[in-house]
C-alpha cells in the first residue's frame, strides 16, 4: 500500500518523507537525465524518416522509462537498446486486468479472481513488475546505499531510492516491502503517465503545425540553432511549450478519471452520504462549456496567465489536487518539455489519423487503441544518409569515377576555348563548383526525399537567374516569366537537354525527345488526333472510366484514410490505352499493375542517374544496381506498349473487306469508332511514310508515358487541394449540380465546355503543383535575357518557381482558383503560366488532359466528398520527372446523396 494508495497516517507519514525528493535542486540536478535520454530518442527515431508512418508511442514509453529508473533508482537499464521491454508489456497488461476486474463485480473476491484467467495474468505481470524493482532495490540497498560519490570521483546524483534509503536509515523507519511499494508506485506513475502525456502532446502538435511552428518559433529563440543540451533555465523558458502541454492534458488527461470515499456526510446541492465512492470525471470536467469555450478545440492559449485566472480554480486538474494532489507534476512537467524540445529542435511532427478516428481506450492511463501514428521530417533542412552500395557498385563507382575524370582532364587541358566558356558561364552567380564534379556534390549523397527540398533552397538562395555546373557541363536556371519567354516562344531553341537522353532507352526519339525534321514530321503527322472532333468522341471513355473509379472507391467509404494515387493512375491508365491506342487493357481490374510500377521506378533510376556524373557513360551504368534495375523496366514498357501495337494491327488486318481508310469507321462490333493515335500512325506506316516499326512504338511509348503519369499527378493534386479546401470544393460541386440537376448520367462535351470553375480549379492546382516541375533547352545561340547566356549551354526553367511569381500571383502559396478569372489572366505575363509547357514545343495533348481530368473530376465530386489527411507543409514532394509525393495523397470519401439516373 504505496503513498498513492495508502490512507491515515501512514499516508501522512510517506507523504511527508517523499516530498523533499522533488525540491527544486533535486529536480534541477534530474535535468542532465532527462536531456541524456531524450537525446538517445533522436537517434533511435531516425530510422523512421522517409517512412510511411510509424507507431511513436513505443519510443516514448522506452524514453520515459530509461529516465524513470534513472532518477527514481540511480541505475541505467538502457531501455531505448531493449527492443521489447518486458516491463512495459507488464504495465500495459496489468491496465488491462485492473479494468476488465473493475467492470466485473463478481471478480472483486480475491480468492474468485485468482482462479479466473484474468487472475493468473495478474500473477504473472506481478511477478515481473515486483521482480524488477526489487532487483533495482537491492542494487542500491548493498551497492550505493552510502555512497555520495561515484566511482570516477563526481558527485553522485540521488535518485529517489536513495532518499528513501538514507530517510530509512535516519531513523524514519521503511520496511523493506514499503520501499518497493513506493518505488513502484513511482515507477507506474513516473513513466506511464507521462509517456501518456507526451504522445498525445506529439498527436495534437502534428495535427496543427500553426502551433508546432510557434513551439519551434520558441525553441529557436531559446537555442539559437545549436544542438546544446536542455538546462533548467532553457526549461524555464519554455513558456509557449508549457501552455501547449496543459492544453493537450486539458482534452487528454493521463488518468481521466479519480475516485475517493466519503468518511462523513457531504452537503452541497445534494446530500452525499458517508461511505460513498465518488468518482471524479477529469476527461468530462475539462471540458465544460462554461470553463472552456468551445471545449473541443485544441487552443493552448487557454492558459494564457488572465484566462487560468478567470477560471475556477478546480476547472483543470490532471494532476488531482488539494492535498492528494500529484507529488510529482513538476518532475513530470520539466521531463515533458526536455523530451518534447529536444523532438521538436530535430523533428517537424505529422498526424496521420484524426481526432474524430481515434479510439480512447479505457484504462487507467489514457491511450489511443492503435497508438499515436505520425510521420517525422528531419528540421535541419538536409538529414544526409549516405546511399549503400555493395561490392559490384563500388568497383562501378571507382572504374566509372576513374574514366570520368581522365575523359574531364583531357577536355579542360585540350581547350582552350572551354575556359573561356565557363569563364562567360560563370559571370552568373550559383552554387560553389567543385573541380570534376561541378557543383552536383551535394545531390549525391542525399536521400530521394531530400532532393526537391535541396533544389528549392538552392533556387531561393539565387533566383532568378543562376548556374551550375555537372561536371564540365553548365546549366543556366530561368524563374522570371520574361527570360523563360525568350527560349520558349523561340523556334531556334526546340533540342531538348542532355537529361533527356537517359529518356532515350525507353522512349527513344519520340515526340518528347526527338530533334530537327524527324521531329517536325511526327508533330505534324499526330496533331490531328487531337482535333476537336475526335477529343469529343473520347469523352465517353472519360466518362465510362471516370464511373468504373467511382466504383471501385466504394470499398474504401468508411476507412480511416486511403491513398488515393494508385485508384487515379489505373484510371487514366485505362483512358490514355483506349483512346490513343485503341486498345482497352482494364488497368482497374488490376491489370497493368506492371507497367504502373515499371514507369515508377524509371522516374527514379533517370533522377538517380541525373545526380552521379560517373553514371552518365552508357557502359558504366549498365553495370550498376540501376542500369540492371533500367533494362527490367524497359522489358516490362516495351513489352507492354509492343502488346498493344500487335493486338491494334491484328484487329486491323481481321476487319473483313475494308480499306485503308476504313479504319475510321467501324471496329469488330460494327458500331462508330474513334481514330485513336495508334490507328494513324499505323495508316502511314502502312502507306508508305517515312515511319519504321521502331517509329511506332516510340511515339505510342512517349504518349503512353506523357498521357497517363503527368495526367495522374495533376488529378491527385486537384484532390489533394480539394480535400484541404471544402469551401472549394463546395463551390465546384454546386457548379456539377447546376449542370447534371441531380442526374447520373455520363459527362458530354457540352458539359466539359460549362465546368468554368473546375477548369480554374484545375489550373490553380497546376499552378500549385505543375505536373512536369522543371523542363530544359539546348540553346544552339547565344541568348540575352538582361544576363549574356552563351551558345551550348542547357538552359534549366523551373516552372514549380515561375508559378510562384509574388508579381505575377500575389500571395504564390495560396490555393485561389480565382488566379484564373479572364480579368486576372489578362493582366498576366503570357508565360508566368505554363503547365504544358509553350511555344512550338508545347504539350500536344493539353486540350486532351483538360478534358480527362474534368471528366474524371465531375464524376469524383458528384459521388463522393473528400477530405485530405496531410497539409501542405507536411507533404515532401519528390524529385522525379513528374512532380509526386511521397507518400501519395491520402484522403477520406464520404457519399454524397444517392443520385438519380438521366
Given amino acids: 500500500v504505496s503513498n498513492r494508495l495508502s490512507t491515515g497516517q501512514k499516508w501522512h507519514t510517506h507523504r511527508k518523507m517523499i516530498t523533499p525528493t522533488f525540491h527544486f535542486k533535486i529536480l534541477d540536478s534530474f535535468v542532465e537525465v532527462f536531456s541524456e535520454k531524450s537525446e538517445i530518442l533522436i537517434s533511435k527515431l531516425r530510422k523512421e524518416v522517409g517512412s510511411q508512418g510509424f507507431d511513436v508511442y513505443p519510443y516514448i514509453t522506452k524514453c520515459t522509462l530509461d529516465i524513470i529508473c534513472e532518477t527514481a533508482m540511480g541505475t541505467p537499464i538502457n531501455a531505448q537498446g531493449d527492443k521489447d521491454s518486458e516491463y512495459v508489456s507488464a504495465v500495459y497488461k496489468m491496465s488491462e486486468v485492473i479494468v476488465h476486474r473493475m467492470l466485473r463485480p463478481w471478480l472483486s473476491p480475491d480468492c474468485i479472481f485468482k482462479l479466473t484467467a484474468a487472475g493468473k495474468r495478474h500473477e504473472k505481470c506481478l511477478r515481473v513488475l515486483h521482480g524488477f524493482t526489487n532487483r533495482r532495490c537491492v542494487y542500491n540497498l548493498a551497492s550505493v546505499r552510502y555512497l555520495s560519490f561515484t566511482s ?89 511549450l508549457e ?118 481506450i479505457a484504462e487507467l492511463i489514457l491511450r489511443p487503441d492503435e497508438g499515436v501514428k505520425v510521420i517525422i521530417t528531419p528540421r535541419d533542412g538536409l538529414y544526409v544518409e549516405k546511399q549503400e552500395y555493395n561490392a559490384m557498385e563500388a568497383v562501378t563507382i571507382l572504374l566509372g569515377g576513374a574514366l570520368f575524370i581522365i575523359a574531364l582532364l583531357f577536355l579542360l587541358t585540350a581547350n582552350k ?185 524509371m522516374g527514379e533510376i533517370i533522377i538517380n542517374r541525373l545526380f552521379r556524373p560517373w553514371l552518365y557513360l552508357n557502359f558504366i551504368f549498365k553495370m550498376s544496381a540501376i542500369g540492371r534495375r533500367n533494362d527490367e523496366c524497359l522489358r516490362v514498357l516495351h513489352g507492354f506498349t509492343n502488346k498493344m501495337i500487335q493486338e491494334r494491327k491484328n484487329a486491323v488486318g481481321n476487319l473483313p473487306n475494308k480499306t485503308d481508310t476504313s479504319l475510321t469507321e467501324e471496329d469488330s462490333y460494327s458500331q462508330k469508332r474513334r481514330k485513336a493515335s495508334l490507328d494513324l500512325l499505323l495508316e502511314a506506316l502502312h502507306n508508305g511514310a517515312t515511319m519504321t516499326d521502331q517509329d511506332v512504338r516510340e511515339e505510342v511509348d512517349t504518349l503512353m508515358f506523357a498521357g497517363h503519369d503527368t495526367t495522374s499527378a495533376a488529378l491527385c493534386w ?50 500549385l503543383y505543375p505536373s512536369v ?46 488566379n484564373f478569372l479572364p480579368e486576372r489572366v489578362a493582366k498576366r505575363h503570357p508565360y508566368a503560366y505554363i503547365p504544358f509547357s509553350a511555344g512550338p514545343r508545347n504539350c500536344i495533348g493539353q486540350k486532351f488532359a483538360m478534358l480527362e481530368m474534368k471528366t474524371v473530376l465531375s464524376c469524383m465530386l458528384r459521388h463522393y466528398r473528400l477530405r485530405s489527411l496531410d497539409n501542405r507543409d507536411t507533404v515532401i514532394l519528390l524529385a522525379e520527372i513528374v512532380l509526386k509525393s511521397d507518400r501519395g495523397i491520402n484522403v477520406t470519401i464520404t457519399p454524397r446523396q444517392t443520385r438519380n439516373g438521366g
Avoid at 485566472?309 to 510529482?328: M, T
Wanted: hydrophobic letters at 35%.
Fill in 417 to 601: 576555348k572551354e575556359t573561356e566558356f565557363a569563364t562567360r558561364v560563370n559571370k552568373l552567380h550559383g552554387p560553389t563548383r567543385y573541380p570534376i564534379v561541378g557543383t552536383d556534390l551535394s545531390y549525391v549523397f542525399l536521400k530521394r526525399t531530400e532532393l526537391f527540398k535541396h533544389a528549392l533552397m538552392i533556387e531561393q538562395k539565387f533566383s532568378p537567374i543562376f548556374r551550375t555546373w555537372t561536371a564540365n557541363k553548365p546549366q543556366v536556371h530561368l524563374l522570371q516569366p520574361e527570360d523563360v519567354g525568350v527560349i520558349l516562344r523561340s523556334s531556334e531553341h526546340l533540342d531538348k537537354t542532355e537529361p533527356y537522353e537517359f529518356l532515350q532507352d525507353w522512349l527513344g526519339t519520340g515526340l518528347l525527345t526527338s530533334t530537327g525534321q524527324k521531329w517536325h514530321s511526327h508533330r505534324k503527322m499526330i496533331t490531328p488526333t487531337f482535333h476537336f472532333t475526335i477529343l469529343d468522341s473520347f469523352v465517353e471513355v472519360f466518362s465510362e472510366k471516370g464511373e468504373i473509379l467511382i466504383s471501385k472507391l466504394r470499398k474504401e467509404v468508411g476507412s480511416q484514410g486511403f491513398n488515393i494515387c494508385p485508384y487515379i493512375t489505373k484510371c487514366t491508365l485505362d483512358i490514355i490505352c483506349e483512346t490513343a491506342m485503341g486498345t482497352p487493357v482494364h488497368a482497374q481490374d488490376d491489370r497493368g499493375s506492371d507497367y504502373v510500377k515499371a514507369v515508377h521506378d
Fill in 773 to 818: 516541375p522543371v523542363i530544359g533547352r539546348l540553346l544552339k545561340k547565344a541568348v540575352s535575357t538582361g544576363y549574356d547566356i552563351p551558345s551550348g549551354c542547357t538552359v534549366v526553367m523551373h516552372i514549380y518557381g515561375v508559378h510562384r511569381n509574388p508579381v505575377q500571383f500575389p500571395n504564390p502559396e495560396k490555393f485561389d482558383p480565382d
Fill in 152 to 240: 570516477t570521483g563526481r558527485k553522485r546524483r540521488l535518485a529517489f531510492l536513495d532518499l528513501l534509503l538514507e530517510a530509512s536509515h535516519d531513523g524514519i523507519m521503511l520496511t523493506d516491502e514499503e520501499l518497493r511499494e513506493e518505488v513502484d508506485t513511482f515507477m507506474f506513475e513516473g513513466h506511464d503517465t507521462t509517456s501518456a502525456g507526451i504522445c498525445w502532446t506529439i498527436y495534437l502538435l502534428g495535427l496543427h503545425t500553426d502551433i508546432q511552428n510557434k513551439v519551434s518559433e520558441e525553441l529557436d529563440h531559446i537555442f539559437h540553432g545549436s544542438d546544446r543540451s536542455v538546462t533548467m533555465k532553457d526549461l524555464n523558458e519554455m513558456k509557449y
Fill in 243 to 360: 501552455r501547449v502541454i496543459k492544453e493537450s492534458l486539458r482534452l487528454y488527461p493521463s488518468v481521466p478519471f479519480i475516485g475517493r470515499e466519503t468518511t462523513q456526510d457531504i452537503e452541497h446541492e445534494y446530500t452525499i452520504p458517508a461511505g460513498v465512492t465518488m468518482t471524479v470525471p477529469i476527461y468530462g470536467i475539462h471540458r465544460n462549456p462554461d470553463q472552456f469555450p468551445n471545449p473541443e478545440k485544441f487552443n493552448p492559449d487557454n492558459f494564457l496567465p488572465e484566462r487560468v485566472a478567470k477560471r475556477h480554480p478546480y476547472a483543470y486538474i490532471p494532476f488531482s489536487a488539494g492535498p492528494r494532489n500529484c507529488i510529482g507534476q513538476k518532475f513530470a512537467m520539466l521531463e515533458m518539455k526536455t523530451v518534447l524540445s529536444c523532438i521538436l529542435r530535430h523533428y517537424r511532427l505529422s498526424s496521420i489519423d484524426r481526432r474524430e478516428d481515434i479510439t480512447l
Fill in 718 to 767: 486537384t484532390l489533394f487541394l480539394l480535400g484541404l479546401h471544402p469551401d472549394v470544393q463546395e463551390t465546384a460541386y454546386q457548379e456539377q449540380e447546376s449542370i447534371f440537376q441531380g442526374s447520373d448520367r455520363s459527362v458530354t462535351m457540352k458539359d466539359l465546355n460549362e465546368m468554368k470553375y473546375l477548369e480554374r480549379v484545375i489550373k490553380e492546382t497546376l499552378r
